[in-house]
Nanobody, 117 residues
Framework: QVQLVESGGGLVQPGGSLRLSCAAS????????MSWYRQAPGKSRELVAG????????NYAGSAKGRFTISRDNAKNTVYLQMNSLKPEDTAVYYC??????????WGQGMQVTVSS
């Protein structure tokens, strides 16, 4: 059974930081491309950042560049998103996404991040 369990979200003040984690199980994590997406109220889900299986390739949405860092620990089957200098417009539900070699697509349940004073 595939599981993507997200943690680390919550309420933070503008300018603050959060570190999101996504613990994976039920598929071969080490050969999977992993991503973080987000969906703000009234908007479509958008890619925030992605990372290749060995961490050698990382890509970011323009809004995330310079502020967010995606990383992974294949020994722990976990992908992270370090978010710094958070802004109110970063408020959204954040989702972990996995695409293994089978090309199935898996999603986490989503986790609220709210940036507000």
């Amino acid at each position: 059974q595939v599981q993507l369990v997200e943690s680390g979200g919550g309420l933070v003040q503008p300018g603050g930081s959060l570190r999101l984690s996504c613990a994976a199980s039920g598929f071969t994590f080490s050969t999977s491309f992993m991503s973080w997406y987000r969906q703000a109220p009234g908007k479509s889900r958008e890619l925030v950042a992605g990372i290749s299986s060995n961490g050698g390739v990382r890509n970011y949405a323009g809004s995330a560049k310079g502020r967010f860092t995606i990383s992974r620990d294949n020994a722990k089957n976990t992908v992270y998103l370090q978010m710094n200098s958070l802004k109110p417009e970063d408020t959204a539900v954040y989702y972990c996404n996995a695409v293994p070699l089978t090309r199935n697509v898996y999603w986490g349940q989503g986790m609220q991040v709210t940036v507000s004073s």
